[in-house]
């Protein structure tokens, strides 16, 4: 996905027009309708304040990551032990993945 279409999803799932979130980030609506459209990209500056708005990351404003906020993966188990490649799993993959390391464990201590 781009950055516009993450844009325009992302606003549209918060329920708020252009015109809102060009006011909440200091901005003018048409800026919002030519990022949505791809045909301009924001400032830093600007992201910053979208990414704090939508508490998520710039990275998963720009497509580089489908965490949307990183605090909220750290409820995964494993998260933080590194080690595992788990670069493109959502939220949800890596809940599954939990789960079934946590089967394996289960299983492992029955025998």
């Known amino acids: ?11 549209q ?12 980030i200091d901005t003018s ?11 301009n990209m924001p400032s830093v500056d600007i992201l ?5 708005l939508f508490d998520c990351t710039i990275d998963y404003l720009l497509g580089k990551s489908d965490i949307h906020n990183p605090e909220e993966i750290q ?18 993959d890596l809940e599954e993945l939990q789960r079934q390391i946590n089967y394996i464990k289960k299983m492992k201590g029955k025998k």
């Open 1 to 11: 996905m781009t950055f516009g279409n993450i844009l325009k999803k992302i606003r």
């Open 13 to 24: 799932d918060n329920n708020m027009t252009q015109d809102e979130l060009a006011k909440r």
């Open 29 to 39: 609506r048409s800026n919002i309708a030519n990022y949505e459209n791809g045909k």
């Open 48 to 52: 910053e304040k979208i990414a704090k």
């Open 75 to 92: 409820k995964v188990q494993f998260a933080n032990a590194g080690g595992l490649d788990t670069k493109g799993l959502d939220e949800e």
